[in-house]
């Protein structure tokens, strides 16, 4: 019998890998999720501290699936901190997917964020030119680096990391070197995963250019089903409208870029 | 004779029936607009209170196997002064204003803020089955109900209903107490309080470990509380519980309501349902002959 996507099934975590200090890969057996779409993301139960909406990220074994979470706050500590053998609970997947597109790609990813990205490049074809850009605060914070360049080997690729602080690879915000390649080449599809003013940027770069552009958003989500309604961004909700919305739609979205609501609903700037 | 959906609620009247239930999807102007659109003759807000509440921690919702939905969001909420700002601009949606609170000068406040808003009606919240010191804790209290009833209709002249639901004063004694009162209609009913155990790792799943049954586990349950009323009491009423199909929205009819609220549909069939209940009833209304809903209300109270 198919599995109802709403029930809580429960895991065993498997193996744990340290991406950086502050992040960390957890991987489990689950035919469902490890089939999932980019862009996808499931209802993540850890017993006992609580439940969080996670990228679901790629495993190179077929049947095993993966989340990528960077410590934060309580949830997110919590999910870091679980040890191989322990259990938590998914339900999902939810949400929508990237169109993807053929041709010459730009992948634009901010801390987890680029888990999305990742689940993105297994679907792109041997003949797509793919540029990555990976932006992270400083040196410790670069993740996934090596693994985008394995999932490209196939492909006419590059892999471009910046930080803030210019301890690793170029000096600055990933979102002036969208603009730099925005401006310098012709690209057919961009993609965005990560902090809310980068995609914001890098939106505005590629959709006042005439580029077809995706974001995968995140916000305050509590159910994942559209029945709570903490999610909403305007009048679209991100569990059932999203997470991957285009840059035409965004655009008009007086709330995309400037606010987000907190746990009580309240609207509050970036 | 054409049939058409208008209907009344005492002095409420909407141009459709079918309205979106408290405390789904309820924060943002926008989603109101969008619901409406979308077939919702009303959208009631989230149950609010005088000062914002962020809720419980997740896991706030689980889906029961064989259908339903058990939740305990913990009435997160902006806050009633900072809602009364989001909505404002309103010109368009009839938005009825649910609110919770623990004594009668709570309700009374927050009914200042919503002063310069277009607000169709104000429901009170006295059946909420997981938040300590509000919901169902005060609709069980007779004296309690009185006394808010009685604030809140010297506060304002928009209709206002109460929502009750199954806790330990039976739901018919607090239905008298808020008629007597001076209540303008009755929601019936709220969730059902409830709760789910995971079996591998042995723990309750929700954070609050209870919370609130809705879906079609209830509808039967819903059902016959409206069908109770109807026959106890003279008062409209808006049947709440369970509905996800045009059937479920005319048994209700059937059994005494004027109109319905419907919210865990949303989490199955996302916000189509509207239309298509919409749709279902003026296509049963055509085939049985009634011009309007006024025609089928309490019909099974009859026989």
Redesign the interface.
């Known amino acids: 019998m198919q599995r109802?996507h709403?029930?809580?099934t429960?895991v065993t975590v498997e193996k744990v890998i340290d991406e950086t200090p502050t992040v960390r890969t957890l991987i489990f057996s689950d035919e469902v999720m490890s089939n999932v779409l980019p862009g996808q993301f499931a209802?993540v139960?850890i017993?006992?501290i609580?439940?969080?909406p996670m990228s679901v990220m790629i495993s190179n074994e077929s049947g095993k699936a993966a989340f990528t979470v960077r410590k934060h706050g309580?949830?997110s500590t919590g999910l870091f901190n679980v040890q191989v053998g322990q259990?938590i609970?998914i339900?999902g997947p939810y949400g929508n997917s990237f169109d993807l597109k053929e041709g010459k790609l730009l992948l634009v990813g901010g801390g987890t964020g680029l888990v999305p990205m990742m689940r993105l490049l297994i679907h792109v074809k041997p003949t797509d030119d793919v540029t990555v850009l990976i932006g992270a605060k400083s040196k410790d914070e670069v993740f996934f680096e090596d693994l985008a360049n394995r999932l490209l080997e196939n492909n006419v690729h590059k892999v471009i990391v910046s930080t803030d602080d210019g301890s690793y690879g170029e000096k600055g915000f990933v979102t002036d070197l969208v603009e730099k390649h925005l401006s310098q080449a012709k690209y057919d599809a961009v993609y965005v995963c990560g902090p809310e003013i980068m995609m914001y940027k890098t939106v505005q770069s590629a959709h006042s250019r005439g580029i077809f552009v995706q974001a995968s958003l995140e916000r305050m989500m509590?159910?994942?089903?559209?029945?709570?309604?903490?999610c909403?961004i305007?009048?679209d909700?991100v569990c059932?409208d999203g997470t991957v919305f285009d840059g035409e739609h965004l655009s008009k979205n007086k709330e995309f870029g400037n606010f987000h609501?907190?746990?009580?609903?309240?609207?509050e700037n970036y | 004779m054409e049939p058409n959906l208008v209907t009344s609620i005492g002095p409420i009247r909407l141009d459709r029936p079918v309205m979106l239930a408290s405390g789904i999807l309820g924060i943002s102007l926008d989603v109101f607009n969008r619901l409406y659109r979308s077939g919702a003759g009303a959208v009631v807000t989230k149950s609010l209170s005088t000062e914002p509440w962020e809720g419980y921690p997740n896991p706030t919702i689980f889906s029961v196997k064989g259908g339903g939905w058990i939740n305990a969001v913990g009435l997160s909420n902006p806050g009633a002064e900072n809602f009364a700002k989001m909505i404002e601009p309103n010109k368009d949606v009839p938005i009825i204003v649910s609110l919770v609170g623990s004594i009668p000068e709570d309700f009374e406040n927050m009914i200042k803020q919503f002063e310069k808003c277009k607000v169709t009606a104000y429901e009170l919240n006295l059946s909420c089955p997981h938040v300590a010191k509000v919901g169902l804790e005060v609709g069980d209290d007779p004296e309690l109900v009185k006394k808010i009833v009685t604030t809140v209709k010297n506060s304002t002249n928009v209709p206002v209903i109460a929502k009750v639901g199954l806790g330990t004063t039976h739901y018919l004694n607090t239905v008298g107490t808020a008629i007597e009162s001076g209540i303008d209609a009755i929601t019936a009913i709220n969730t059902v309080r409830a709760m789910a155990i995971d079996v591998e790792t042995q723990r309750p799943i929700l954070s609050n470990k209870f919370g609130g049954l809705s879906g079609t586990p209830i509808k039967p349950i819903a059902l016959r509380c409206v069908y109770e009323i109807s026959s106890k009491y003279d008062i409209p009423i808006i049947g709440c519980g369970g509905i996800s199909t045009w059937e479920d929205a005319i048994e209700f009819f059937l059994a005494g309501a004027s109109a319905i609220q419907l919210g865990s549909a949303i989490g199955d069939n996302w916000i189509d349902v509207f239309d298509e209940i919409n749709t279902g009833i003026l296509q049963y209304m055509k085939k049985k002959n009634y011009s309007k809903i006024e025609d089928m209300v309490g019909l099974a109270k009859k026989s």
């Open positions: 109802n709403n029930h809580t429960i209802m139960w017993p006992g609580n439940e969080l309580a949830a259990q609970g339900r509590k159910c994942g089903v559209g029945i709570c309604g903490s909403c305007g009048e909700l059932k609501r907190n746990k009580a609903g309240i609207l």
